[in-house]
């Protein structure tokens, strides 16, 4: 099942914070949370696997909530290279369901301006 | 940074060609992936592999066909091009463990049109 993202775009000056959420109608066992930037692959940020886990690099820091159905991505005092399409992937609970890779939620467009 | 690569860039070719879309690893990583991503939106598993002679098919139907042969390599093969298959095809691996408990690493893709 395709988790939810919201919202679908963004747009920010530069230093105002972003939060990005990504859902899921059932129970994951993780979330991963990518950027990918026009005409590039996708980069990895970070892998929460449990539940009230959070975790940050910088000025970029993301939660997974208790039922672990839930993921919030944080992006503080956004900078311009911030700017691309994020991305949340998720690893289902249950056994066997789906395809053993990451199911893709449809993206936030953040746009940093200066 | 991540060792993965896929050939050709970008491809324009006419419908009812065969192709196939190159993609290799030098991480030593035993699942590779396929994914298919239509411009600004999200990306689409096609096909996986746990390793050598493991090939699945992903959540997305696919026409395309993949092989595994080596660890390092995870070609794509459409038989007939047409322009529905016109797209972005990225390939990714990651290292075998339990779980989804470590990152993949995407190749910077390849975007095919076909006329």
């Known amino acids: 099942q395709q988790p939810v993202q919201s919202p679908q775009a963004v747009i920010l000056r530069e230093g105002e914070d972003a939060v990005i959420n990504c859902s899921s109608s059932k129970a994951l066992y993780s979330v991963h949370w990518y950027r990918q930037k026009h005409g590039e692959a996708p980069v990895f940020l970070m892998i929460?696997?449990?539940?009230?886990e959070q975790k940050g690099h910088e000025k970029i820091s993301a939660s997974f909530n208790e039922k672990k159905q839930q993921s919030s991505l944080y992006l503080t005092a956004s900078q311009l290279s911030y700017s691309g399409t994020y991305f949340c992937g998720t690893r289902s609970l249950v056994p066997g369901g789906g395809a053993d890779g990451l199911t893709f939620g449809k993206g936030t467009h953040l746009i940093i301006q200066p | 940074e991540a060792d993965i690569y896929q050939t050709p860039r970008y491809l324009v070719i006419g419908t009812g060609k065969k192709i196939t879309l190159e993609c290799s690893q030098t991480?030593?990583?035993?699942?590779m992936y396929w994914y298919q991503q239509d411009p600004g939106m999200e990306l689409h598993l096609i096909h996986y592999?746990?390793?050598?002679?493991?090939?699945e098919k992903g959540d997305l139907s696919s026409e395309s066909t993949v092989s595994r042969i080596r660890t390092e390599h995870f070609p794509l093969t459409l038989e007939s091009a047409r322009p529905s298959h016109t797209s972005q095809y990225l390939c990714?691996?990651?290292?075998?463990?339990?779980?989804?408990?470590?990152?993949?690493?995407f190749g910077q893709g390849t975007r095919l049109t076909v006329v």
């Open positions: 991480m030593g990583h035993d699942k």
């Open positions: 592999s746990y390793g050598v002679n493991s090939t």
């Open positions: 990714a691996s990651s290292a075998k463990r339990e779980g989804w408990g470590t990152e993949a690493f």
């Open positions: 929460l696997l449990k539940g009230g």
